[in-house]
C-alpha cells in the first residue's frame, strides 16, 4: 500500500507535468484538401507539411523540401533538410518550407510508434528484487534444513502431533522474513518525500534503490549534457574582411523569427550592435539550393548557406584550415560570400555549434568521484558528440552506428554516435549484461525504451511525455544536480536497508537455531506460537524504524553482496544464539525457573539481544559514537519498556521477578559490548586482506 500510494502519487505528478497536443493532418481526400485528425490517417494518403506543422505521420515526401527539427526523436541538435524522396518522422516539427508526401507509416509502424513499442517491451530487473530474493532464498535453504532436523528430534523423543505442531508454527513464523519487502518499500519511499522536496520526483521507487548502487550513467547529448540552443562559436573572416563584416552579411541574408539558424545569426549581430544592411530583396533558405540569399540596394547578392553550394573554387590554404578547425570543434559551417556582378568572394565562416551546459563538466567530475562512469549516447554525428564529450571530460573511444550491431566489449567506448532508439535498448542491456546497474539520462522520445530498460532511468526537465512516463526519475527544474541529489539518498536508503537486512538475518538465524538448541536442552519448545508473533510483532516491525535512521552517503559505489550479508548475519547470529543459551542455561541451572519462565526468560532474552544487534551494527565504529533518529530512538524506549511490563507482570506470559528482569538488562548491555568488540576486531582483520572496492 506504501508503495502503490507512493507511485500513484508520482505518476498524477508526471501527468500534471504533460502537455496534451492533439495533431492534425492536412489530407487530401476525394480531391480535396481537408483537415482531420492524425489518427485518421492511412498509409497512401496524400498529406501537406506546412511551416510550424507536426508531422502526423512517417512520410516520404513527393514535392517540395522542408526543414525539420527531429531532435526529440533522434538526438539530432540541429534541423534537417528533407526533399523528395526522403522521409520525414511522425513528431517532427517543420521549422521551414512546404512540401507535400505519401503517408508510409502510422501508429505503432512509425518511427515514432516503434519507440512506444520498444517502452513497453524494455524491463530491467532491479538489484533491489534480487536481493529480497537471495536473501529469502538463503534463509530458506539454511533454516528449511534445521526446522527439518528439530521435526526429526521431536519426532524420536517421543512428541505427540499436537505439541509437534505449535513447534513447527514457531518455527517458520520464526524463519520467515515477514517485513523485509516492506522495509524496502518503506525506506524507498521516505527517501523519494525527501527528494521531492527537491528537484527530483521519483516515478518508481525501485529507481532510488538503485540510484545507490548505479556503476555507470548513460547520458544522452542534446538537451541533457548540451543546451539544446544553437550559438554562433567562432566567426572567421578572410582576405580582410572584419569579423563584424561577415556577422553583418549573415545577418542581412536571413530572417526575423524564421529559420531557428537566421534567428541566432540575427540575435549575435545585435549583441554585437553591427550595422546590417537592409536588402532590396530576400530569398529564404532552400533546402534544394542549401543557402539564402539578400540582395542590396547596389545590386550586390549577399549569401549565406552550405559552403559547397555557395563555392565552386577550389579554397585557399587559409580556407581550409579554418573549415578544418570549425568543424574538428564540433560546429556546424556556414559559409558567407559576396557577389559583385560575376565575382564572388568568399567573405568569412561561421561556427554553430550546440554549446555543453554550465554544470555538465562539473557533474561528470561529481559522479567520477562517486565512482560513476558516464558515457555518451547520442543520436547525433560521432564527430560533434566526441567534441562535447571531450568538453565535459567524457573519456574513452568514440563507437558509431554500424559498429553497434557486432560490439561485444562496450566498455573499450566513452562517446557512441548516430545511435538509434533500438540501439540505444541494445547498448543499455550490452552494459547490463557487463555487470553494470546501469543509468540512463536522456530527454527526447527516441530515449524512452533505454531509460525503461535501464535500472535507474532519469528524465530531464525539458524531456518529453513519453521519457517522463518510461523514466525511474524525473527531474522537475533544469539542470542535472537532481542526479547527484538522488544518489546521494540512494546510498543514505541503501545503508539503512543494509542495516536492516543484515539485521533481520542475525534473527532469523538466531532464533531458529535457538528453537532447536533449546528443544535439545529441554526437550520442549521454548517459544510458543503466541510468543513468537508477540516477538515478530515488537522486532521485525517496530525496527522498520531503521528506514528513518540517520545515515551518511557513501563515498565508494554500494554492492548487494548478499553472500557476505548472509556470511556476516551468521556469525552474529552465532554469538547471539551464544548470548540466548547462556542465559537459558543460568534460568535453568541456576535461578531454577520452570517451562512457562523459561519461555518468558527466552522471549525477554531474545529481545533484548535482537535491540542490542541494531545498534552494533547500524554504526561502523562503535556503536555509542552516533546518535539514532528520532523514531528509531522512540521505537526502542517502547519496545524494551513494552516488553519488561509484559513479562514482569505476566500479560500473556508468565511473569519473572523484577531482579531477574534487571540481570536480564544488565547482561544486554554487556553483550552489546562484545558483540561491538566482535564487529571491530572482524573489520580490522578485513581491512588487512580486501580492498576497499570490496566492501559492503
Same mark, same amino acid.
Given at each position: 500500500?506504501?508503495?502503490?500510494?507512493?507511485?500513484?502519487?508520482?505518476?498524477?505528478?508526471?501527468?500534471?507535468? *504533460?502537455?496534451?497536443?492533439?495533431?492534425?493532418?492536412?489530407?487530401?481526400?476525394?480531391?480535396?484538401?481537408?483537415?482531420?485528425?492524425?489518427?485518421?490517417?492511412?498509409?497512401?494518403?496524400?498529406?501537406?507539411?506546412?511551416?510550424?506543422?507536426?508531422? #502526423?505521420?512517417?512520410? *516520404?515526401?513527393?514535392?517540395?523540401?522542408?526543414?525539420?527539427?527531429?531532435?526529440?526523436?533522434?538526438?539530432?541538435?540541429?534541423?534537417?533538410?528533407?526533399?523528395?524522396?526522403?522521409?520525414? $518522422?511522425?513528431?517532427?516539427?517543420?521549422?521551414?518550407?512546404?512540401?507535400?508526401?505519401?503517408?508510409?507509416?502510422?501508429?505503432?509502424?512509425t518511427?515514432?510508434?516503434?519507440?512506444? !513499442?520498444?517502452?513497453?517491451?524494455? %524491463?530491467?530487473?532491479?538489484?533491489?528484487?534480487?536481493?529480497?530474493?537471495?536473501?529469502?532464498?538463503?534463509?530458506?535453504?539454511?533454516?528449511?534444513?534445521?526446522?527439518?532436523?528439530?521435526? =526429526? $528430534?521431536?519426532?524420536a523423543?517421543?512428541r505427540?502431533?499436537?505439541?509437534?505442531?505449535?513447534?513447527?508454527?514457531?518455527?517458520?513464523?520464526?524463519?520467515? #522474513?515477514?517485513?523485509?519487502?516492506?522495509?524496502?518499500?518503506?525506506?524507498a519511499?521516505?527517501?523519494?518525500?525527501?527528494?521531492?522536496?527537491?528537484?527530483?520526483?521519483? /516515478?518508481?521507487?525501485?529507481?532510488?534503490?538503485?540510484?545507490?548502487?548505479?556503476?555507470?550513467?548513460?547520458?544522452?547529448?542534446?538537451?541533457?549534457?548540451?543546451?539544446?540552443?544553437? =550559438?554562433?562559436?567562432?566567426? @572567421?573572416?578572410?582576405?580582410?574582411?572584419?569579423?563584424?563584416?561577415?556577422?553583418?552579411?549573415?545577418?542581412?541574408?536571413?530572417?526575423?523569427?524564421?529559420?531557428?539558424?537566421?534567428?541566432?545569426?540575427?540575435?549575435?549581430? +545585435?549583441?554585437?550592435r553591427?550595422?546590417?544592411?537592409?536588402?532590396?530583396?530576400?530569398?529564404?533558405?532552400?533546402?534544394?539550393? *542549401?543557402?539564402?540569399?539578400?540582395?542590396?540596394?547596389?545590386?550586390?547578392?549577399? +549569401?549565406?548557406?552550405?559552403?559547397?553550394?555557395?563555392?565552386?573554387?577550389?579554397?585557399?590554404?587559409?580556407?581550409k584550415?579554418?573549415?578544418?578547425?570549425?568543424?574538428?570543434?564540433?560546429? +556546424?559551417?556556414?559559409?558567407?560570400?559576396?557577389?559583385?556582378?560575376?565575382?564572388t568572394?568568399?567573405?568569412?565562416l561561421?561556427?554553430?555549434?550546440?554549446?555543453?551546459?554550465?554544470?555538465?563538466?562539473?557533474?561528470?567530475?561529481?559522479?567520477?568521484?562517486?565512482?560513476?562512469?558516464?558515457?555518451?549516447?547520442?543520436?547525433?554525428? #560521432?564527430?560533434?558528440?566526441?567534441?562535447?564529450?571531450?568538453?565535459?571530460?567524457i /573519456?574513452?573511444?568514440?563507437?558509431? =552506428?554500424?559498429?553497434?550491431?557486432?560490439?561485444?566489449?562496450?566498455?573499450?567506448?566513452?562517446?557512441?554516435?548516430?545511435?538509434?532508439?533500438?540501439?540505444?535498448?541494445?547498448?543499455?542491456?550490452?552494459?547490463?549484461?557487463?555487470? %553494470?546497474?546501469?543509468?540512463?539520462?536522456?530527454?527526447?522520445?527516441?530515449?524512452?525504451?533505454?531509460? &525503461?530498460?535501464?535500472?535507474?532511468?532519469?528524465?530531464?526537465? /525539458?524531456?518529453?511525455?513519453?521519457?517522463?512516463?518510461?523514466?525511474?526519475?524525473?527531474?522537475?527544474?533544469p539542470?542535472?544536480?537532481?542526479?547527484?541529489?538522488?544518489?546521494?539518498?540512494?546510498?543514505?536508503?541503501?545503508?539503512?536497508?543494509?542495516? $536492516?537486512?543484515?539485521?533481520? @538475518?542475525?534473527?532469523?538465524?538466531?532464533? @531458529?537455531? $535457538?528453537?532447536?538448541?533449546?528443544?535439545?536442552?529441554?526437550? %520442549?519448545?521454548?517459544?510458543?506460537?503466541?510468543?513468537?508473533?508477540?516477538?515478530?510483532?515488537?522486532?521485525?516491525?517496530?525496527t522498520?524504524?531503521?528506514?528513518?535512521?540517520?545515515?551518511?552517503?557513501? !563515498?565508494?559505489?554500494?554492492?548487494? &553482496?548478499?553472500?557476505?550479508?548472509?556470511?556476516?548475519?551468521?556469525?552474529?547470529?552465532?554469538?547471539?544464539l551464544?548470548?540466548?543459551?547462556?542465559?537459558?542455561?543460568?534460568?535453568?541451572?541456576?535461578?531454577?525457573?520452570?517451562?512457562?519462565?523459561?519461555?518468558?526468560?527466552?522471549?525477554?532474552?531474545?529481545?533484548?539481544?535482537?535491540?542490542a544487534?541494531?545498534?552494533?551494527?547500524?554504526?561502523?565504529?562503535?556503536?555509542?559514537?552516533?546518535?539514532?533518529?528520532?523514531?528509531?530512538?522512540?521505537?526502542? @524506549?517502547?519496545?524494551?519498556?513494552?516488553?519488561?511490563?509484559?513479562?514482569?507482570?505476566?500479560?500473556?506470559?508468565?511473569?519473572?521477578?523484577?531482579?531477574?528482569?534487571?540481570?536480564?538488562?544488565?547482561?544486554?548491555?554487556?553483550?552489546?559490548?562484545l558483540?561491538?568488540?566482535?564487529?571491530?576486531?572482524?573489520?580490522?582483520?578485513?581491512r588487512?586482506?580486501?580492498?576497499?572496492? =570490496?566492501?559492503?
Amino acid at each position: 500500500m506504501v508503495g502503490m500510494t507512493q507511485e500513484a502519487r508520482a505518476k498524477d505528478a508526471v501527468a500534471a507535468l *504533460k502537455q496534451t497536443l492533439a495533431v492534425m493532418a492536412s489530407v487530401r481526400r476525394d480531391g480535396l484538401w481537408t483537415r482531420i485528425d492524425a489518427s485518421g490517417l492511412v498509409p497512401g494518403d496524400l498529406v501537406k507539411l506546412a511551416l510550424g506543422a507536426v508531422a #502526423p505521420a512517417d512520410i *516520404k515526401l513527393v514535392a517540395g523540401s522542408v526543414l525539420v527539427d527531429q531532435s526529440m526523436l533522434t538526438g539530432e541538435s540541429l534541423p534537417v533538410d528533407r526533399k523528395p524522396g526522403e522521409l520525414t $518522422y511522425a513528431g517532427a516539427m517543420i521549422r521551414q518550407g512546404e512540401a507535400t508526401g505519401i503517408v508510409v507509416a502510422t501508429g505503432a509502424r512509425t518511427y515514432f510508434g516503434k519507440t512506444a !513499442s520498444l517502452v513497453q517491451d524494455a %524491463h530491467g530487473v532491479s538489484g533491489e528484487q534480487r536481493a529480497v530474493l537471495a536473501v529469502v532464498r538463503d534463509l530458506a535453504l539454511v533454516n528449511g534444513v534445521v526446522v527439518l532436523a528439530m521435526l =526429526s $528430534y521431536a519426532h524420536a523423543i517421543g512428541r505427540t502431533f499436537d505439541e509437534t505442531v505449535p513447534l513447527l508454527l514457531t518455527a517458520l513464523l520464526a524463519s520467515i #522474513p515477514v517485513a523485509l519487502p516492506s522495509t524496502f518499500t518503506l525506506a524507498a519511499a521516505l527517501s523519494a518525500r525527501r527528494l521531492v522536496r527537491g528537484a527530483v520526483l521519483p /516515478t518508481r521507487l525501485a529507481a532510488i534503490n538503485e540510484a545507490a548502487t548505479m556503476s555507470l550513467l548513460c547520458s544522452d547529448k542534446t538537451g541533457t549534457l548540451t543546451q539544446n540552443a544553437l =550559438s554562433i562559436q567562432s566567426v @572567421v573572416g578572410f582576405d580582410g574582411a572584419a569579423e563584424d563584416a561577415v556577422l553583418a552579411a549573415a545577418a542581412a541574408a536571413s530572417s526575423e523569427g524564421g529559420d531557428p539558424v537566421d534567428q541566432v545569426i540575427i540575435d549575435a549581430a +545585435r549583441a554585437r550592435r553591427v550595422t546590417v544592411p537592409v536588402p532590396r530583396h530576400f530569398e529564404p533558405f532552400d533546402p534544394a539550393r *542549401k543557402y539564402a540569399e539578400a540582395q542590396l540596394a547596389d545590386g550586390v547578392l549577399l +549569401r549565406k548557406g552550405a559552403l559547397g553550394a555557395l563555392i565552386s573554387v577550389p579554397l585557399s590554404a587559409e580556407q581550409k584550415k579554418a573549415r578544418k578547425h570549425l568543424t574538428e570543434a564540433g560546429c +556546424r559551417v556556414l559559409a558567407v560570400t559576396r557577389t559583385n556582378a560575376t565575382t564572388t568572394v568568399l567573405l568569412g565562416l561561421l561556427g554553430l555549434a550546440d554549446p555543453p551546459r554550465d554544470d555538465a563538466a562539473n557533474l561528470i567530475t561529481a559522479l567520477h568521484d562517486l565512482g560513476v562512469r558516464v558515457v555518451m549516447v547520442t543520436g547525433d554525428a #560521432p564527430e560533434t558528440a566526441a567534441v562535447i564529450a571531450k568538453a565535459v571530460g567524457i /573519456t574513452g573511444g568514440v563507437c558509431e =552506428s554500424a559498429e553497434l550491431e557486432t560490439l561485444s566489449a562496450p566498455d573499450d567506448y566513452g562517446v557512441f554516435g548516430g545511435v538509434f532508439p533500438e540501439q540505444k535498448f541494445r547498448l543499455v542491456k550490452l552494459f547490463q549484461g557487463e555487470g %553494470h546497474v546501469v543509468g540512463m539520462c536522456g530527454d527526447g522520445t527516441n530515449d524512452a525504451p533505454a531509460l &525503461r530498460q535501464a535500472q535507474m532511468g532519469i528524465a530531464v526537465s /525539458t524531456a518529453t511525455d513519453v521519457a517522463k512516463a518510461a523514466a525511474g526519475l524525473v527531474l522537475t527544474s533544469p539542470g542535472l544536480a537532481g542526479i547527484l541529489d538522488a544518489m546521494r539518498e540512494g546510498r543514505a536508503a541503501f545503508q539503512r536497508i543494509r542495516t $536492516y537486512t543484515l539485521t533481520m @538475518v542475525v534473527r532469523k538465524i538466531a532464533l @531458529v537455531l $535457538y528453537l532447536a538448541l533449546g528443544l535439545v536442552i529441554t526437550g %520442549h519448545a521454548v517459544l510458543t506460537p503466541l510468543l513468537m508473533v508477540l516477538l515478530l510483532i515488537i522486532n521485525d516491525f517496530l525496527t522498520m524504524a531503521i528506514t528513518t535512521d540517520r545515515a551518511l552517503p557513501s !563515498s565508494h559505489l554500494r554492492y548487494w &553482496r548478499i553472500g557476505r550479508i548472509i556470511g556476516a548475519g551468521g556469525m552474529y547470529g552465532l554469538a547471539t544464539l551464544g548470548y540466548a543459551t547462556l542465559m537459558l542455561q543460568v534460568g535453568r541451572g541456576f535461578w531454577h525457573l520452570p517451562l512457562a519462565q523459561i519461555r518468558t526468560l527466552s522471549f525477554l532474552t531474545l529481545m533484548l539481544a535482537i535491540q542490542a544487534s541494531v545498534y552494533v551494527i547500524r554504526e561502523e565504529r562503535w556503536f555509542w559514537l552516533s546518535a539514532p533518529s528520532i523514531w528509531l530512538g522512540c521505537a526502542t @524506549v517502547a519496545t524494551v519498556a513494552f516488553s519488561l511490563l509484559v513479562a514482569g507482570f505476566g500479560i500473556l506470559m508468565a511473569p519473572l521477578s523484577w531482579n531477574i528482569l534487571s540481570i536480564i538488562i544488565i547482561s544486554a548491555f554487556v553483550f552489546a559490548l562484545l558483540l561491538g568488540s566482535l564487529k571491530i576486531t572482524v573489520a580490522l582483520v578485513e581491512r588487512q586482506i580486501l580492498e576497499p572496492e =570490496s566492501e559492503w
